[in-house]
T-cell receptor, first 114, second 109 residues
Framework: NAGVTQTPKFQVLKTGQSMTLQCAQD?????MSWYRQDPGMGLRLIHY???????DQGEVPNGYNVSRSTTEDFPLRLLSAAPSQTSVYFC?????????????FGPGTRLTVT | GQSLEQPSEVTAVEGAIVQINCTYQ??????LSWYQQHDGGAPTFLSY????GLEETGRFSSFLSRSDSYGYLLLQELQMKDSASYFC??????????FGTGTRLTVIP
């Protein structure tokens, strides 16, 4: 199993551009989530999904959209990038339909918005 | 609101025992998880306490006291590779997981 994969690993955007961060898992996990991590800080939940077709907002959802058309994929869309969205983005999945069990994290996408 | 407080840094000697504390203020709290993150890497799951008491997994143990809104991670027989950041995380209702700001552990020879 590849586990949780994320692409790209690095990305530089200009203010106002849009893009999609890709996340895929091959473990047939129902629960998937997106976090951002700013320097010296913990992770903050952006959006999560408890199954295909079901998504919900986390702590910091503004400026981001998600969809879950398949169990495997959970892309994160930045609608109009802002410098405040410069961060490291992690995607995670879990076999439980809840966030507070073992979550498997992808390697992260390091995003810089200029 | 939801907040989880951890010490920002801890230093310990190789072979020793270290405890990393986590105090929280959350509403509708469901349990406490712990994650390890090496510099430049992804978080990896260490443990989860759904109930009060001690959970042991090899050299790592985690403790939860709901009445005190307090938990800790205990690392025994410290190794150099244990140098990393450690995060506690708590879940309120509706699958919302909140992470603490992390404790940077430095293991010295």
């Amino acid at each position: 199993n590849a586990g949780v994969t994320q692409t790209p690993k690095f990305q530089v955007l200009k203010t106002g551009q849009s893009m999609t961060l890709q996340c895929a898992q091959d473990m047939n996990h129902e629960y998937m989530s997106w976090y951002r991590q700013d320097p010296g800080m913990g992770l903050r939940l952006i959006h999560y999904s408890v199954g295909a077709g079901i998504t919900d907002q986390g702590e910091v959802p503004n400026g981001y959209n998600v969809s879950r058309s398949t169990t495997e994929d959970f892309p994160l869309r930045l609608l109009s990038a802002a410098p405040s969205q410069t961060s490291v983005y992690f995607c995670a999945s879990s076999p439980e339909t809840s966030g507070n069990y073992e979550q498997y994290f992808g390697p992260g996408t390091r995003l810089t918005v200029t | 609101g939801q907040s989880l407080e951890q010490p920002s840094e801890v230093t310990a000697v190789e072979g020793a025992i270290v405890q990393i504390n986590c105090t929280y203020q959350t509403s509708g709290f469901y349990g406490l998880s712990w994650y390890q993150q090496h510099d430049g890497g992804a978080p990896t799951f260490l443990s989860y306490n759904a109930l009060d008491g001690l959970e042991e997994t090899g050299r790592f143990s985690s403790f939860l006291s709901r009445s005190d809104s307090y938990g800790y991670l205990l690392l025994q027989e410290l190794q150099m590779k244990d140098s990393a950041s450690y995060f506690c995380a708590g879940e309120t209702g509706a699958n919302n997981l909140f992470f603490g700001t992390g404790t940077r552990l430095t293991v010295i020879p």
